[in-house]
């Protein structure tokens, strides 16, 4: 498969080449595994793009959505009008930095950029749930900033993320002339110290979260693992903080080496002393309603829905679709809310473990 970033760098990895500059190399040539949720996103970033909502789900359909609307909101905050002659709309084209206008050192991808003269302005959609840093400190972005500055002879550029999961739903940074001068040397400084060989790895939860080197890194194995080692009959509150950090990244690495020891074996290799047992079958159906014509004339109504779940997420998305789009979501939703409270029970969740601190 060809790789289109050409085994450099992209914007997608500046924070954790900041974070630990070894992990550019160690990557390199390792396998890619792209989970269902990455690939969720991919869907979504197509349909925005495109505005070909085919193939989507209620359910992404309403992201891609919901994105759509946001970036007006970011479109009109830095005011942009992207229905201007002035402006040029650049979707999905990859960018690259180079070093004294020659060598290329670096890429990257915005999802959007909008040119409207010496202005121009960035957006990357986020899909998914886990928080991103927001823009003024999001090391994507400022990457981002600095190569549409580059390619494109302006000199501000506004970023913005748009990630409709979390609330409020996007945020904003803006770059004039002497921060994007400044974000530059930041960032050769970032690709310079990960093209060295001899770069120290520097192992953490953030770093290693999507690192491809995560079954073969020494560093982050031995962080991990060492988590085994601690003694569990003095667990003071002081060590407690340091020893989460280490179970976080030592989850991600167990399921890296696993994920890593299945890819052999799927692909006709073998691992000494383990085996891929019979994976069966799972039955679903195409839809209750399907279910119900099949077997109504015999198991009463009642009966029937008893033995159905309710998945709220479906109700929600099916609630949306039957009421007046004049109204907000949040308002359809609250309204939802109260024909639901009668008839829901509500219980405690239990707590498995803690969380971080949000800064």
């Known amino acids: 498969m060809l790789d289109e970033r050409q085994g450099l760098p992209s914007a997608s990895e500046t924070e954790r080449l900041a974070l630990c500059p070894a992990s550019f190399l160690r990557a390199k040539n390792q396998p890619d595994t792209s989970s269902e949720i990455a690939q969720t996103g991919t869907r979504i970033h197509e349909a925005v793009e495109t505005g070909n909502r085919d193939g989507l789900t209620p359910s992404e359909e309403r992201l891609a959505d919901e994105c759509t609307q946001l970036a007006l909101i970011v479109h009109e905050e830095c005011e942009f009008d992207p229905r201007a002659e002035s402006t040029e709309t650049i979707k999905e084209v990859r960018l690259w930095l180079h070093s004294f206008g020659v060598e290329r050192i670096m890429s990257g991808k915005p999802d959007l950029v909008v040119i409207d003269g010496d202005r121009a302005l960035v957006i990357d959609y986020k899909t998914g749930y886990l928080e991103t840093l927001e823009a003024s400190q999001n090391l994507q972005l400022r990457s981002l900033a600095v190569m549409?500055?580059?390619?494109?002879?302006?000199?501000?550029?506004?970023?913005?993320?748009?990630?409709?999961?979390?609330?409020?739903?996007?945020?904003?940074a803006r770059y004039d002339e002497v921060d994007l001068e400044?974000?530059?040397?930041?960032?050769?400084?970032?690709?310079?110290?990960?093209?060295?060989?001899?770069?120290?790895?520097?192992?953490?939860?953030?770093?290693?979260?999507?690192?491809?080197?995560?079954?073969?890194?020494?560093?982050?194995?031995?962080?991990?693992?060492?988590?085994?080692?601690?003694?569990?009959?003095?667990?003071?509150?002081?060590?407690?903080?340091?020893?989460?950090?280490?179970?976080?990244?030592?989850?991600?690495?167990?399921?890296?080496?696993?994920?890593?020891?299945?890819?052999?074996?799927?692909?006709?290799?073998?691992?000494?002393?383990?085996?891929?047992?019979?994976?069966?079958?799972?039955?679903?159906?195409?839809?209750?309603?399907?279910?119900?014509?099949?077997?109504?004339?015999?198991?009463?109504?009642?009966?029937?829905?008893?033995?159905?779940?309710?998945?709220?997420?479906?109700?929600e998305a099916a609630w949306l679709d039957a009421t007046d789009e004049n109204e907000t979501k949040k308002e359809r939703l609250a309204t939802l809310r109260v024909f639901l409270d009668p008839v829901s029970v509500y219980k405690d969740k239990t707590v498995r473990k803690l969380r971080r601190v949000k800064p």
Request: with cysteine; hydrophobic share 40%.
């Open 148 to 172: 549409v500055a580059a390619n494109h002879d302006v000199d501000e550029v506004s970023v913005a993320i748009v990630q409709p999961n979390i609330k409020p739903g996007y945020s904003i």
């Open 182 to 315: 400044t974000a530059e040397r930041q960032l050769i400084k970032i690709i310079n110290d990960a093209n060295d060989e001899n770069a120290l790895a520097n192992p953490g939860e953030k770093q290693c979260r999507y690192c491809k080197a995560k079954p073969v890194c020494k560093e982050a194995q031995e962080a991990s693992f060492s988590v085994i080692e601690a003694d569990t009959t003095t667990l003071d509150v002081v060590r407690l903080p340091a020893l989460l950090e280490k179970c976080d990244l030592a989850d991600r690495v167990i399921k890296a080496i696993r994920d890593a020891a299945l890819g052999i074996v799927r692909s006709g290799g073998t691992v000494d002393g383990w085996e891929m047992p019979e994976a069966g079958q799972s039955r679903s159906f195409v839809s209750t309603h399907a279910v119900f014509n099949a077997l109504g004339d015999v198991i009463p109504r009642e009966a029937f829905a008893n033995a159905c779940d309710v998945k709220l997420n479906k109700l």
